[in-house]
């Protein structure tokens, strides 16, 4: 069973994580299942079922139907972006490239040769905008009039725009989706903001104990090796 989240998991707040340290995906990605303006807690072993397949570009059009953990090195859209961008190799030359001309993998961004380079163009200069000017969130790129992408968000609640992830019963961030932006950050290195919008019941647990502790001296084991992890550092001011 899937529940909204309370207090302690407000939709719209974001934490900071690097894309780098993210070594699965969640496919098909979990907004596709649940309502993605909310933010909620699955119990079940959506966060242990791993998969040995490889990924091309988003995995309810490849064939997954089921929660599964992709390996990012089995992630063909990511590969393809270290080539392009570490090794210098032109996109036309990538796999990414040779997969998404030959296979119909229904998405709007690539369905014809012309929409594919455009895209593609429009990639680069969205990695060289992030390199040389940071990465902005939703928030600034509404303030700033944009960049190579508009703000994919409303104006209200730009959080909802920002890249998603999900997190597992041992605190493993599992990337959802945003794919672009965090794709480009994790070759770059860079730190960004993300929402949680999944989150394993057994981690909300220990959210949930760290949150209602009086002092650090009433929390378990479990839950103290986690004061640290940015998903329940906001929740105490055990250390301030």
């Known amino acids: 069973m899937a529940g909204l989240v309370g207090l302690i998991s407000h939709p719209y707040r974001l934490i900071r994580v690097f894309p780098g340290e993210v070594e699965y995906l969640l496919v098909p990605r979990a907004h596709t299942k649940l309502a ?29 139907r089921d929660f599964c953990l ?21 996109w036309e ?17 690539y369905t014809s040769v012309d929409r594919i380079n455009d895209q593609l163009e429009r990639l680069d200069r969205l990695y060289f905008d992030i390199r ?6 939703q928030a600034e790129l509404q303030m700033n009039g944009g960049g190579p992408f508009e703000p994919v968000s409303n104006r209200r609640f730009p959080e909802l725009g920002e890249v998603i992830v999900n997190v597992g019963r041992d605190g493993e961030v599992l990337f959802n989706t945003g794919r672009h932006r965090f794709c480009i950050a994790r070759v770059l290195g860079l730190e960004i903001p993300v929402r949680v919008f999944l989150r394993h019941k057994c981690w909300q647990d220990v959210r949930r ?20 992890h940015p998903d329940v550092r906001y929740l105490h001011d055990f250390f301030d």
């Open 36 to 64: 993605r303006k909310g933010s909620w807690v699955l119990d079940g072993d959506w966060d242990r079922c791993f998969s040995d397949e490889s990924l091309v570009y988003l995995g309810s059009n490849e064939g997954f």
């Open 70 to 90: 992709i390996d990012f090195e089995n992630f063909v859209f990511f590969n393809s972006l270290v080539e392009r961008f570490v090794g210098g190799v032109e």
């Open 93 to 109: 030359d990538t796999e990414f490239y040779r997969k998404v001309v030959t296979l119909d993998i229904s998405c709007s961004r």
């Open 132 to 137: 040389d000017n940071g990465y902005k969130t």
């Open 209 to 228: 104990e760290v949150f209602l502790a009086r002092d650090v001296d009433c929390l378990s084991d479990r839950a103290f090796k986690y004061l640290e």
